[in-house]
């Protein structure tokens, strides 16, 4: 057991001020210090708790040590999505993901702020609507009237993207810009300082169902190493082809937001699926 370690994480105890959290990480450090240096048997331990500490602080940036899991409601059973919403919050979801289609940005058309209204009273979970729309800004403060609690739009759409982030962001919002598998981030850095949630398709948008797409992953990464070295407070949500297998490989390539569809909505225990996902990290 090396002994730097302990006095490591005691240094840490003793430099770590941040007003906000400073009673939860003071005494962490300071008790897994003195475990670590009184028992070998935790030398395990090691390396993992370091390593998670790395990504907990950077700066003054606090993220959370776990994966959100974001049901896309565009797979659950339109005959009776409020039962289909309760399910999701029963099996421990940690966000509600709800697209929104025009007919026009895509070739499909979905629902609009009315459906989410009506879902709104039935759930307390957090509503990341996506509005896969043209002229995105035409229906922001609609949906934020309904009841959005994140609403993201997109990149490739027609219309004004700046104004409609602020226009989030001044209706009390969370705003998130999404890009599509052929667009490169570095289309949308000039965005990544106003906006909370940066959503990265991993499939053509437009319909649910379709394969993941293996060449976005690196993309996750790039995403990834910009945000912490601007030290940008932006959670990187996936939405494309995520089942278990996918959704590791993204949350090891730095994602924070799984959003998935038909490989949650298909199983009759979504919640053990959910805890499994929660479980990857970062």
């Not at 289909?84 to 609009?112: C, Q, S, W, Y």
């Not at 089942?243 to 569809?261: F, S, Y």
């Amino acid at each position: 057991m090396d002994a730097f370690t302990c006095f490591r994480l005691m240094d840490l105890s003793a430099s770590f001020e941040h007003p906000d959290t400073s009673h939860v990480f003071v005494p962490l450090f300071s008790a897994m210090s003195s475990l670590l240096l009184r028992n070998d048997i935790f030398f395990s331990c090691e390396f993992v708790f370091l390593n998670g500490i790395q990504r907990i602080i950077s700066d003054d940036i606090i993220h959370v040590n776990m994966t959100k899991v974001s049901p896309s409601m565009l797979s659950a059973d339109f005959s009776r999505l409020g039962d289909e919403l309760k399910r999701v919050e029963g099996a421990g979801a940690d966000m509600i993901h709800i697209d929104v289609m025009d007919g026009m940005f895509v070739p499909n058309i979905t629902i609009g702020p009315l459906v989410v209204k009506a879902l709104r009273p039935l759930s307390k979970m957090p509503f990341d609507v996506h509005l896969m729309i043209e002229d995105p800004i035409r229906y922001v403060e609609d949906f934020a009237k309904a009841g959005a609690d994140v609403i993201t739009i997109h990149a490739e759409s027609k219309g004004r993207t700046m104004r409609a982030i602020e226009k989030i962001r001044s209706l009390g919002k969370s705003p998130g810009i999404s890009i599509n598998p052929g667009t490169p981030f570095s289309k949308i850095k000039k965005f990544m300082d106003r906006i909370d949630v940066l959503l990265i398709m991993t499939v053509q948008p437009g319909f649910g169902g379709q394969a993941f797409r293996e060449e976005c992953v690196t993309k996750i990464s790039e995403a990834r190493r910009y945000i912490d070295e601007n030290h940008l407070n932006v959670e990187i949500s996936i939405d494309g082809g995520i089942n278990r297998e996918t959704g590791k490989r993204c949350v090891d390539a730095g994602a924070d937001i799984l959003a998935a569809g038909s490989s949650l909505f298909s199983l009759k225990d979504m919640k053990s699926e959910i805890d499994i996902w929660r479980s990857f990290g970062p």
